[in-house]
Each structure stands twice: as C-alpha cells, then as structure tokens.
C-alpha cells in the first residue's frame, strides 16, 4: 500500500527535455561547437552543477558556459510563450487523481528552484504538491538518493510506503539507493531505449510509456489496496 507519490519533473511531468535539448543544440550550431545531439541526451537527468562542469571542459571555462546559458534560458522562455512546451500526457489527471485519492505527492527534480518554481506558476501546478525538493535544497544531485531521501523525510514517510516515477536513469538509481520502488517512464521525445543492462538492479515497480499507466493504477485503486 503507498502512501506518498513522488514525482520527477523535466520529461517527466513537464515535456522540458525536448525544448532543452533543442536550446542546446541550437546554441552549439550558432557558435559551431562539436557538441552533439547524443552528447546532450547523455546529460538528462543531471542537475545544472553536473551539467556545467561538463560544458565548462568543452567550450572553455564557467564563465563561458554561463553566457550560454542565459542565452538558453532566454530560448526557454520564448518556448513557453509560445505555447511549444507542455506538460507531458495525463500529468495533470495523475495529480489530481492522486491527491483525490487521498495520497501524499511530492515533487523531486534536480531543477533549481529559480526554474522549478517558475515552471509550476506556469503551469498553475503549485498546489498539486504537499512536499517539493529542488536541486538547490540537497549536498547532492541524482543518482545519489539525496533528493529522495530529504523527501521522504519531509514528508515523514518509509520507503517502502512510497513510490517513485521517473524518466531517467540517473533518476531511478536515485530512488533505487533511497530504497524506494520505481516507475520508469523513458522520455518518449526520444528514440533512445534503456537495454537490460542500463536498468540492472533498479528496484522497478513498473516500466511503461506514459503517466497513464500510474492514473490507471490510481484509478483501480491498485496503489491504495
């Protein structure tokens, strides 16, 4: 029986991935940098830390990275305004039925707050959560359980009484090494397929394409019985 749904939000909730990569690759055609597609697609999942140490050994030192990243952000903007990012399919209905079922959500993103909290005022998502953890509020960022492990204790529950949807696998470890269950939904703005070995020893309750499969469960009651 679980008491408390947690839930990631770049490409999980929030179709942000997609506009996030697209940002990049534009930004690295601009200023033809052999940064690639599969490159950027190795960074989901990461907090902005983790990304920028990264890009900082590529195009030469934070400094730079940061003038790239303010002209990323303003990419992100735009795309909100004009109506291209969205949340992911029954995001919405899951929260609610959740939340009408009587259970604890909560929100656990390696986002900043800066971006996280501007993102659910967007999308008027504020009060769809009764705990948030942002990428700023732990030591350390997925796959490390940190994230996980100050939510749970936020919200006051075992591990065992909460379950976990992510679409990455930095993320699932995460939840994996908090020792909570999994539901993975991979990205489906990509075509990259986790193999075997990828989710070798994840502690998966499921794994499925879209948030649907999770509204049905709630919906069925399978998560509260």
Do not use: C
Request: proline share 4%; net charge negative; glycine share 6%.
């Amino acid at each position: 029986m679980k008491e408390l749904l947690i839930f990631d939000l770049d490409g999980l909730l929030l179709d942000t991935e997609r506009v996030y990569h697209e940002g990049w690759l534009a930004l690295f055609e601009k200023y033809h940098l052999p940064i690639t597609s599969a490159d950027i697609v190795a960074w989901r999942g990461q907090s902005w830390q983790q990304t920028a140490t990264l890009l900082a050994k590529k195009v030469g030192g934070l400094q730079r990275v940061e003038e790239f990243r303010q002209e990323r952000e303003g990419y992100i903007e735009d795309q909100l305004l004009n109506g291209n990012l969205q949340p992911k399919p029954f995001a919405r209905e899951t929260l609610a039925l959740a939340r009408e079922k009587g259970l604890k959500t909560a929100l656990a993103t390696s986002s900043m707050a800066f971006r996280g909290e501007k993102l659910l005022d967007h999308f008027e998502l504020q009060n769809a959560f009764d705990f948030k953890t942002f990428g700023d509020d732990v030591p350390a960022h997925k796959p490390d359980p940190a994230p996980y492990l100050l939510t749970l204790k936020k919200a006051a529950r075992t591990s065992e009484s909460a379950l976990v949807m992510e679409d990455s696998l930095p993320g699932a470890t995460a939840a994996t090494r908090a020792g909570i269950q999994v539901v993975l939904i991979p990205d489906q703005s990509f075509t990259h397929h986790f193999s075997a070995d990828e989710k070798a020893g994840l502690n998966l309750y499921a794994e499925t394409t879209s948030l649907e499969y999770v509204y049905q469960l709630l919906a069925t009651e399978q998560l509260t019985n």
